[in-house]
Every structure is written in structure tokens, then in C-alpha cells.
């Protein structure tokens, strides 16, 4: 982290969260220099944000060798528990709970390269961090922020301030505004948010109660869910050392500002000693930008989409943007792709954004409130009646919140402008070798998987040659048909589509004319 800046850069980055600071990474990935800008010196720790990091993430997260340090990071390792537990309160009486939550039982299973990791989003930034300082591409610059932009047919112009009121200029080929919901970058273009907000309120508290988790009846879970008519919410851990989270729906910030040691003994069932670390009011929102970008500045994470928590999807759908944005950005600026493949960004990541959004409000419809019933916090005999009708609301109305898989790892790009035919989805993954997956055999470019029947590898190699691309060739006894696979592992092209090598090629990077 320096506070020297370059003033002519390949790709500067407003906001080094970690949607910003995975777009440096990936182009570094790819041998391109970049700036990110980001405003606040230290990473917060105060707050968790997110805590699912999706089994995508971890599998991109792989591809730059970060995933044994996201886990090693992690308070609570991926084998700690993968359920979420419904209840009357944590202390209380549970009425049914799920198995396999956020994909954090994939590990060994041919679905992923990796499994989900619960983590809080400062620690996953803070190796995203630590990744860039180590980078000789990638150059992390706090304490400024990226102000005034200007864009012309060669570049990009941008004001670097500092807090004392100092500025510098910056000029880049392209920019990059993944400085957030209230992005500078997406109002100097125009871009506006398009989509409604939750009016309901919720309050986040982060407490430490030692001693506590030795309480709790219902083993360890990822999320507990307290279905009490008077308190609902949830609870969950963030280490393993007596440091807690809960969100209480419904409440207020007058409310959860004035008594937030209330709420958290109203949600544990019983008068604990807690300590309050933080509290943060919000309420969720369901926004979409009208537009992705320009010619020269694209929009990535919370700058582009913003959605409800419920299902933890809006950090990793940012982490998607930053890689499906550089490795196209580092395909221009390498000379390997014309400009016009920048333009596939928007097409194939706002569905995706969109879908999120929509899958998380399906979520958010039906929350504790909605659950509780007022006969569980009654007699044993009244708790006894409401539990099984209680517990079939709950199976029918939140699995898919905790069983997401055909979102995270199923969203394709299937219909954009660079791919062929159905092709568009993540390479099926498979273990090849114990430890060593298929993903890990795939090229930095384009890479070419085929049987060892299959006829044209040599025509691939060659115009793979004549465009500039970078293309390795992998012979594999299990793959039924030929199929190009992209830098971010999703196919471009599979054997059934007749085409010849060439336009195979020049479609997935761009040349759409």
C-alpha cells in the first residue's frame, strides 16, 4: 500500500473492497497492471458484512492459489457445521433445521473444486489485500478517493483526492467503479439504480458472550433462527472465542439503538452477560443500474446491484463481475481481443445480478416474523401442536435460501453475444487426481479440452496462433465432445455447434462483426 501514485495506469479501480481489489487480482492473474483507489486506510473489522463466501467464490478464489488462505483466515473452519437450526430462541426449543447449507458440504464432491466457507468479509479482504501487496501488478492506494471523471475516445481521466484536499490526476485506459452503493463512478456516468426497497427494518448487533456457545442445546449451525413472536430473528457465530452476530427483524434503529443488550438477551432466551461490540441498522434493497458502463468505465458489485442478504449471494455476485470483467479487460489491453468483447460484460453479467436479486427477495418474502407463531413460546402442549405446521412452513419456504446451488453454480451465459449455441455454463467440474481438480488443468487463456478421438486440435492450435490467443490443448479420456473453455472456466463453445476454429474463436473474444 503506497502512497506514491502512478499517474498513467492500464486500469484504475475506484473502491478496494473486495469486488475492487478481485478485479486487480484478476488482471494480475493475466499480467496487467492496475490502481485501486480505495478511501479507508485499515479494513474494518467491526462489522461482518457478508459471511458466506460461495463455493464459486472459493472455486475462483482457487484459480489465483487463495483459497488455502481464505480457510486458514476463517474463524470457523468449513467442517465446524454446515446447518442452520430453527428455534424458540438460541436456549430454547428447536422446531426443525436444514443440512448442507451454502454448499459448505461440498468438500471431496465432483459438483466443486470447493466447498462454501462461512467467513466475515474483513477477513476475506484483508487476504484480498495482502494478495495485491504481493502482486507486482497490482497496486492498492488508501486514503483517497477517486472524484472527478472524465472520458474521452482514449481514455480515462480521473481526480485522486486526498483527505486534506490534495488531488492528482490519473489516466487510464479504462476504469473500474466498484466504489460501492453510492458510487462517484456510476453517477459521473449517469447511470441510475432502477428497483424498490424493504421497508421493514432490521437491526445487526455483534456481541461477545463467553461461555455462551456451552449453553446453546442444539449443537453447532452456521445460522440459528429464533422464531419467538416477540423477538424474531437470527443468531450465529463469528470465531470460535465467544464473538456472536445476530440480526433482529423488525427492529428499529431508535429501538435497537436504545436497548441493543435487550434485543440480544430477547434472541438468546435468557438474561446473559453480553458485551456490545457494534450495531449497524438497515433495511434491504432490490436495485439494479439501468447500465453497466461506458465505453471506457464499467460498473462492478454494489456500484452495479444491490440485494437482500437472504441467501448470501450479493459479495460473491460482485466477486463474479470482478472476474468476468478482467480477464475481458486484460484480453484488450494484451491485444489478443478487440474492444467489442468488452460490451459481452453487461450482457452476461446483469441477468445474473437480476436473477440474484430476484432469488434473494423469494428469500426475503417469508422471514422469522412471518414463521413465528405465537403457540411455540407457549406450554410444552401448545409448542407441541404449532411445531410440525410450523416446521413444514419453514422446509417449504426457506430451502432454497440455505440450498442455492443451481444459482451459484449453475448461472450461465448462455445467449451472450460470445457464445455458441447452449454452451455458457461453468465447465461441469471432476476430480481428476486426488487434490487435483479439472479446473486446475485449464490454461490463464482459452483452453481446449477433447477426447483423444477428437478431430481439429491442430486447427484450434493454429488459429488459435493466427488471432493472438492464448489456447492450451488438453487430450481428455473422459470428455465426450470438444469444448472451448474461457479464463473464468465457463464454456464458449462445446462439439455440438459446427463451426470451423477460426470463427469459433474470434465469436469468444469478441469479434462480433
Known sequence: MTSEIPHRVPVLIAGGGPVGLAAALELAHHGVRSLVVEPREEVSWLRPRAKTTSARTMELFRRWG?????????????????????????????????????????????????????IAQPAVEQVLREAVARSPHARLLTGRTVGAVHEDGGGVTATVAAPDGTAEQVRAAYLVGADGAWSTVREAIGVTYEGTADERPNFNIVFRAPGLAERVPHGPAVHYWVLHPRRPGLVGRLDLRGTWWCIAQGVTEQQGGADPLGIVRGLVGADIDAEIVATDPWKAKMLLARGYGTRRIFLAGDAAHLNPPWGGHGFNTGIGDAINLGWKLAAVL?????????????????????????????????????????????????????????????????????????????????????????????????????????????????????????????????????????????IDPQAASPGLVRPDQHVAWTGDVPASPPEILRRAVGHLD
Open 66 to 118: 487463495l483459497a488455502d488462505a481464505v480457510r486458514d483466515r476463517a474463524a470457523l473452519p468449513v467442517s465446524w457445521s454446515d446447518q442452520a437450526v430453527f428455534t424458540t430462541g438460541l436456549l430454547g426449543r428447536e422446531i426443525t433445521r436444514f443440512h448442507g447449507c451454502f454448499g459448505l458440504d461440498l468438500a471431496g464432491s465432483d459438483l466443486a473444486a470447493e466447498p462454501g466457507q462461512q
Open 334 to 474: 494484451s491485444g489478443w481481443a478487440p474492444e467489442t468483447l468488452l460490451r459481452s460484460y453487461e450482457a452476461e453479467r446483469r441477468p445474473v445480478a437480476e436473477r440474484t436479486i430476484a432469488e434473494a427477495a423469494r428469500n426475503m418474502a417469508t422471514l422469522a416474523p412471518e414463521l413465528a407463531d405465537p403457540r411455540l413460546a407457549g406450554t410444552d402442549a401448545e409448542f407441541a401442536a404449532a411445531r410440525a405446521p410450523v416446521a413444514e412452513a419453514v422446509q417449504r419456504t426457506k430451502d432454497g435460501e440455505f440450498h442455492s446451488l443451481d444459482l451459484v453454480l449453475g448461472y450461465t451465459y448462455r445467449g451472450s453475444p460470445i457464445v455458441s449455441g447452449d454452451a455458457g455454463g461453468r465447465l461441469p467440474h471432476r476430480w481428476t487426481a486426488p487434490r487435483e481438480s479439472l479446473y486446475d488443468r485449464l490454461g490463464r487463456g482459452f483452453t481446449l479440452i477433447a477426447p483423444p478421438s477428437a478431430g481439429g486440435t491442430p486447427a484450434f492450435a493454429e488459429a488459435a496462433a493466427g488471432l493472438g490467443v492464448p489456447l492450451e490443448i488438453r
